[in-house]
């Protein structure tokens, strides 16, 4: 489990190092068919689903939130292998704000050994109530939350 969650962070740490002080201030369009991700490289997929048997859980930080339609959201953030890690969500909603918490862990099935890679996706949160005005913002579960 340890070994797992290592390879995660070691990822991601090596994910933002690589790109760091990349940036191009042109917009190109490109038509070619998409190419194999280079190692270190941020893959994206096409969003996960939430789950409820996850083991070694830890909250995991989210990068931006968009709104979908008006009563679900749309939380990105940068994943280890799908094949290794899985997430759910917590919600704590009022009339006044809506917090989410992303948490990751294991996946049951997962192989002995994840390759390191690092994939930018998203989770989909239902909301109890249409999202308005309300500010998204993150919190860090408390350990009762966490399995």
Known sequence: MIKVKWEICAGAFAVVISLSGCSNSQQESHSEAPRPMPSGSVAETSGEDSRDDLTGEG????TRVEGVPADRIRIRFVLGNPECVGVRSILRESSERVLIAVVE???????EACPLVAVETFLDVQLAEPLGARPV????????SLR
Not at 59 to 62: A, D, I, R
């Open 105 to 111: 862990g294991a996946v049951p099935e997962a192989p």
């Open 59 to 62: 909250s995991l930080e989210w």
């Open 137 to 144: 913002t993150s919190f860090v579960p408390d350990s009762g």
